[in-house]
């Protein structure tokens, strides 16, 4: 298995939905102007609590400071998990469940904190600048580690031997269990070839922009408030887009544009954290990702600035439910 | 290809036909136009049943015809065809869809060339997906058992019902990765090359979980060779990489990046080696021509290319394709509104000059030699002087030392400038002679002035005499002047002969028996006897061809007065212009001219410098003679004019002349003649002089003159010792290792050593057959077995007294089968006359258990020389 550093810094930021009328220019120029900007990663996903943005410096630039952004003061690096074909994956199991063992555990274990991010075609590990060499101390033995330098991959050994010391220097703490939220909506994770992104940008900038207006408008709010929550993610990384939606927003594209798997699947949503989260605590994806990882199940994990959410299969939401609700009951009994 | 840009495909099987897909695929036949030279496409159908196309392939074999694979911006892959579908085979294939289990762009397409139901698509990458898919299109399965219940609901009742959709594919590779360029390797069909996002990754459909791989950014438009298997060609953005498959660690070559990216990149299938490129927005496709690289062998090997382009048409170009079976033909299609152009690379053009004046260029499969025309001694004049010099250094030009004026014979006798070379040996043997002469009178350095010219000579002052007409009744004497030098030059020119005589009469009869009256009559003249001039005219009338004309020229000659103004002269001035020959233009110049002012005469440049400066030495004051002669010596420096030497001589002035004579001639043969001929040893040294000499000796060896090489070699060394070679080979006893060829004389002489073992045969001298070090047998001969130093054995048929008879001792010296010689790889070796007449009919070294084979090792000892002599 390789691992790759890629290369790209990355800002975690937050607007505000009642700031976002400053910063619909930014937003759609880097989403419809490819290239009139030289940001190769940005991702836009819309919460109800915010709209969080991750980008990479370029993009960064765009977003004028205001009160309404809110920035984690880290520069985050995605990382990226390459099979490599040698190895032939005979579990069905996807995305996040299929690293939890070999980097979201390892990683939670030396209290790195990270960010997850999945798209339609593959999972990104955010971890911050600072706990690199960390990282690469961790995960060598089970990796190929590169750092991706102006397209080159590039061998990355870590620079020290480590003393077998906690590297984050903290108490090994029981993480907290967060409470968690299940939505009852129904999501898709599709793509889009980016030549044909123009024809669905009404659609689009309609959905993304003005999604609140319509929810006043109180067509659907008698289901609303508790049972379905507005969720929309919109990526495009290295030229590739990735776009998670609910079956309701799918309905309002056109059908033959957007792609999916073939067997059409669907996702319900589990949230994590009733408070926000915040960016210093560790083993959240760990504490998720671990059991779904033990079941077989495959998942999406997508990180936010305030809460974590992670799509299974609608079939298994009956078991994951299920299994929320013991490790609840462990955890409380451990108290 | 979406969009707005065009690509084209040849059908594999129609040479006249091809697809063009953009938004739509359309299919053309292209065929003559009513002009001669003209093409003309015709739309045969079109089909616009795909939309989102992203990767068109041809179905590779015969049947079914027009059979095409389009990959879909959604991943799907759709069999359809053009125009119409008789075969029951296509009727079944079209329509048929692959679909992958997520969907995302397929980026590219190759049948499999072989097993023509394999079809191999590269897709985006998804995260849980495989982005190599091989599709079984003959698969009749539309949803195999291991789909669940669940996806069979979800795929439309439609798709599933038409048992047209293909879900599962043959084989999946390259998980969690994007696939940009595919190609099956030609050299076994279960190969497949996949441009992966980071790699160039080669899978085994034999063992699919298996593959090599090289990091790598050029991963797009992967193309193998079709004419070497080995060979890839793969780019990115701008750079392309060429990679061999045996040695696929880093690509063999990179070419130089082009500041666009590429969009296309074939390799010609007719031609070997040509590999053409389109980058984006330009006019011109650039071409690579590897026709010449050898197998790279070892790691720095970088094999040479010739890139050049060639612009098809005027406007920007959006695709090309090769023509799969018309020699280096391709049709270009314009990047806007489908302009399409048919469009034959001119085939690079190589030429080689043998070195026997013919020439031989190559052109696609074509081969011309052009030999030089050797018809007709009218052409002969205006051969390549190369030919010229292979013709004299094989009839031995220069190489007469003895009689010297004969080499102008041997040079084929037609060329003035070499003709007046002929005076020059002479003018050496004069000059050193009578430097002897002189040499109580000038105490100067007499080794230079022997090869010195008359231009060093005349700088001496002279006395002036006034000497009358003879055998007329004119007073007017004419000033004319006289010294010993002068009378040297005069004897260099070939006007009076050694010693004191000075008449001229020797030289007029010899040019009257030559039959050159014109120019006996003129030097008659000079020496002021008018009568005899006019005789020799009168002579020449009755004796030449019909020469009229000269008994009107002894008649106005007969006219001479020595009157200042006169009819005569008034009229002879104006009208000798119009004679034909120089000499008798001259004539009338000269009485004309008042005395010292002679300009008529000097400056005729078709007249002989030998007779011009002779005529330069009588009449010009000290003053006027050394300028004439400076500035006549520049002109012919200029020139390269070899007539020039008379007045250069052998000196540094003179190497000067030769080498203008050689950049205007190329004749470097008689440039080393020359210089060797006379020159003292520090015109020898002269860079160009040694220059000259090792090209003529280049020269010989490249025309197989091996024997005249040896010959100019000989000669060589006899006039410059300093160009001797050491003795570059020593034999060593293998007992003692000392030299054997040392020990024999006290004083080792260069070349000594070998006849005396060589030969042997000199009754005299006693056989040296074992070391004088040691005393240990010296080596034997390999096939009659007797020790170095042995002759050869007589054949039995030939009496043996009689060719001692025969032979002097010099000629039983260099007798060549005596010899011993041996290989430098085995180490035997025997006679070189045993060697010969063995390798003339084995291959394999005479000893017995050794396979060597001595002399194909040796690149030039199966070639024989052209000079046998």
Not at chain 2, 757 to 783: D, E, F, I, M, N
């Amino acid at each position: 298995m390789d691992l790759h550093i890629l290369d790209h810094r990355l800002r975690v930021t937050s607007i505000a939905k009642k700031g976002l009328v400053d910063f619909t220019h930014p937003l759609i120029k880097l989403i419809f102007l490819r290239n009139r900007t030289r940001c190769k990663f940005f991702s836009l996903t819309e919460t109800p609590e915010n709209y969080t943005v991750v980008l990479d410096e370029e993009g960064f630039k765009e977003l004028q400071p205001s009160e309404h952004l809110q920035v984690e003061s880290s520069i985050w690096l995605p990382l990226n998990v390459v099979s490599n074909g040698n190895t032939s994956c005979s579990s069905q199991a996807v995305g996040v469940t299929k690293i939890a063992k070999s980097v979201i555990a390892p990683l939670a274990e030396q209290h790195v904190s990270v960010f997850m991010l999945s798209t339609y075609q593959t999972d990104f590990i955010l971890v911050k600048e600072k706990d690199l060499s960390v990282v690469i101390s961790t995960l060598e033995e089970e990796f190929n580690i590169f750092k991706e330098e102006g397209g080159e991959s590039v061998p990355v050994h870590s620079q020290e031997v480590s003393n077998g010391l906690q590297k984050n220097g903290k108490e090994d703490i029981h993480p907290t269990v967060h409470p968690v939220l299940i939505p009852l909506n129904h999501f898709c994770v599709m793509s889009l070839d980016p030549d044909t992104l123009p024809a669905i940008a009404t659609t689009l900038i309609d959905v993304l922009f003005y999604s609140s207006s319509h929810k006043d408008e109180g067509q659907s709010s008698s289901s609303e408030s508790l049972d379905c929550i507005k969720f929309f993610s919109f990526s495009l990384i290295d030229g590739y887009i990735s776009l998670v939606m609910d079956t309701e927003a799918q309905r309002r594209f056109p059908a033959d544009l957007l792609f999916t798997s073939s067997s059409g699947e669907l996702w319900r949503m589990v949230r994590i954290g009733g408070q926000p989260l915040g960016f210093d605590e560790c083993g959240i994806v760990a504490q998720i990702s671990q059991p779904l990882a033990d079941s077989d199940i495959s998942a999406y994990y997508i990180s936010t600035f305030s809460f974590d959410h992670v799509l299974v299969p609608e079939e298994d939401i009956v078991s994951v439910t299920e299994m929320l609700r013991h490790q609840r009951k462990e955890a409380a009994a451990e108290f | 290809m979406s969009g707005s840009k065009p690509d084209i495909l040849w059908s594999p099987h129609h040479p006249d036909r091809y697809v063009i897909c953009d938004s739509e695929l359309g299919l053309y036949r292209i065929g003559p136009s009513s002009g001669a030279e003209e093409t003309t496409a015709t739309l045969l159908a079109i089909n616009s049943d795909t939309p989102y196309m992203k990767c068109v392939a041809w179905y590779p074999k015969h049947e079914p015809e027009c059979l095409l694979a389009v990959g879909q911006a959604n991943g799907r892959v759709v069999l359809t065809s053009l125009g119409q579908t008789h075969s029951s085979a296509c009727k079944e294939l079209v329509g048929k869809e692959f679909v992958p289990k997520h969907a995302r762009q397929c980026n590219t397409l190759a049948w499999n060339p072989v097993d023509s139901n394999l079809l191999a698509a590269g897709l985006d990458k998804h995260r849980a997906d495989f982005s190599v898919l091989i599709w079984d299109v003959s698969s009749r399965m539309a949803l195999d058992s291991g789909a669940s219940a669940n996806e069979k609901l979800r795929l439309s009742l439609a798709e599933a019902d038409s048992g047209s959709v293909v879900t599962k594919p043959l084989y999946e590779l390259g998980q969690n990765d994007a696939c940009l360029s595919l190609c099956w390797l030609l050299r076994d069909s279960k190969l497949l090359l996949a441009g992966m996002h980071r790699n160039l990754a080669i899978f085994d459909l034999r063992n699919t979980s298996q593959k090599t791989f090289v990091n790598t950014k050029a991963i797009q438009g992967v193309s193998v060779d079709p004419h070497f298997h080995d060979r890839v060609a793969s780019y990115y953005e701008g750079q392309l990489a060429i990679w061999d498959l045996r040695k696929f660690e880093k690509p063999v070559l990179t070419l130089t990046e082009q500041p666009k990216p590429l969009t296309k990149v074939a390799w010609c299938p007719t031609r070997t080696g040509l590999l053409a490129t389109l980058t984006r927005d330009t006019n011109i496709i650039r071409l690579y021509d590897m026709q010449h690289t050898p197998t790279p062998i070892g790691d720095e090997t970088e094999p040479t290319i010739i890139e050049r382009s060639v612009q098809p048409c005027d406007g920007q170009i959006g695709s090309f394709a090769w023509h799969p079976s018309s020699q280096n033909r391709m049709v270009v299609v314009s990047a806007t509104n489908r302009v399409m152009t048919d469009f034959t690379v001119f085939e690079r053009i190589s030429l080689a000059w043998s070195s026997t004046s013919s020439l031989m260029w190559a052109c696609g499969r074509h081969l011309y030699d052009c030999a030089e025309d050797s018809g007709g001694g009218e052409g002969s004049a205006e051969r390549d002087i190369a030919t010229k010099m292979r013709q004299r250094a094989g009839s031995g030009y220069g190489h007469d030392t003895v009689q010297l004026w004969r080499n102008h014979l041997l040079a084929g006798g037609d060329d003035p400038q070499l003709k007046s070379l002929v005076f020059l040996p002479m003018m050496v043997t004069h000059m050193k002679l009578c430097a002897e002469d002189l040499e109580l009178k000038i105490q100067g350095n007499k080794q230079s002035l022997v090869y010195s010219g008359i231009k060093n000579i005349v700088k001496t002052s002279a006395t002036e005499s006034r000497r009358s007409w003879s055998g007329s009744e004119w007073q007017t004497d004419v000033p004319r002047f006289h010294s010993d030098e002068r009378c040297l030059a005069l004897r260099l020119c070939g006007w009076i002969s050694r010693g004191s005589d000075i008449d001229v009469e020797t030289f007029l009869r010899s040019l009257e028996q030559e039959g050159e009256w014109e120019r006996a009559a003129a030097v008659a003249l000079f020496n002021l006897d008018i009568r005899r001039a006019i005789q020799i005219l009168n002579t020449g009338a009755s004796t030449a061809k019909g020469e009229l004309n000269l008994n009107v020229v002894a008649m106005a000659l007969s006219g001479y007065s020595d009157e200042k103004v006169c009819l005569w002269r008034e009229m002879c001035s104006s009208l000798r212009l119009q004679l034909n020959n120089s000499y008798l233009c001259i004539m009338f110049a000269f009485l004309t001219s008042e005395p010292g002012a002679y300009d008529g005469v000097l400056f005729e440049s078709s007249v002989a410098v030998r007779d011009r400066v002779a005529f330069a030495c009588m009449f010009l004051n000290d003053v006027q003679l050394p300028r004439y002669i400076d500035k006549l010596t520049n002109e012919m420096k200029g020139a390269g004019n070899l007539e020039g030497v008379l007045l250069t001589g052998l000196t540094n002035d003179g190497v000067d002349l030769m080498e203008s004579y050689v950049d205007r001639t190329g004749d470097v043969q008689t440039a080393s003649f020359c210089m060797l001929k006379g020159s003292p040893v520090d015109v020898l040294k002269d860079p160009r002089v040694q220059c000259w000499i090792e090209n003529y000796r280049n020269l010989l060896d490249a025309w197989r003159f091996w024997h005249k090489r040896a010959e100019f070699d000989i000669h060589r060394g006899k006039l410059d010792p300093s160009s001797k070679p050491l003795a570059q080979v020593f034999v060593s006893c293998n007992f003692c290792g000392k030299s054997i060829s040392y020990s024999g004389a006290a004083v080792p002489h260069q070349g000594r050593g070998f006849s005396q073992y060589g030969v042997g045969g000199s009754p005299t001298k006693s056989k040296v057959t074992s070391c004088p070090g040691c005393r240990k047998p010296l080596p034997r001969c390999a096939l009659c077995l007797m020790n170095m130093g042995t002759p050869v054995s007589h054949c039995p048929g030939t009496g043996r007294s009689e060719e001692k008879v025969d032979l002097t001792r010099e000629n039983k010296l260099a007798q060549f089968n005596n010899w011993f010689t041996w290989c430098h790889n085995c180490r035997h070796g025997g006679h070189a006359g045993h060697m010969l007449s063995w390798f003339r009919d084995h291959t394999e070294c005479p000893v017995s258990a050794c396979t060597c084979r001595c002399m194909q090792l040796d690149t030039t000892g199966n070639l024989l020389p052209a000079d046998s002599s």
